[in-house]
């Protein structure tokens, strides 16, 4: 079974800049898609910013320009470099990705933007 972990998250203060990972284990392919979603309490899930094959990266239009997707060196393997965060930016990231298993969700990393 796949399965997703997820790093980097913590506390920074605004203008600050965190960088997050997400590595995918028991996968026998590269994805489909991978990418990540936010959720603060009370609020929908919503994409922050996915890879495409063949395809520019999409990017929630909150993120843009400060936000950066990009595939390690590792397969099944991308980073999330997030810079001039604000405080709206805090929430729960998760990881996603699609394979031909399946959609699979990691546990969330938590970053929080105060000062």
């Known amino acids: 079974q796949v399965q997703l972990a997820e790093s980097g998250g913590g506390l920074v203060q605004p203008g600050g800049s965190l960088r997050l990972s997400c590595a995918a284990s028991g996968t026998r392919f590269l994805f489909y898609n991978m990418g990540w979603y936010r959720q603060v309490p009370g609020k929908e899930r919503e994409l922050v910013a996915v890879?495409?094959?063949?395809?520019?990266?999409k990017y929630a239009d909150s993120v843009r320009g400060r936000f950066t997707i990009s595939e390690d060196n590792v397969p099944n393997k991308v980073t999330l470099q997030m810079h001039s965060l604000k405080q709206e930016d805090s929430a729960v990231y998760y990881c996603?990705?699609?394979?031909?298993?399946?959609?699979?969700w990691g546990q969330g990393t938590e970053v929080t933007v105060s000062s």
């Open positions: 996603n990705g699609r394979w031909d298993t399946g959609e699979y």
């Open positions: 890879i495409i094959p063949g395809s520019p990266a």
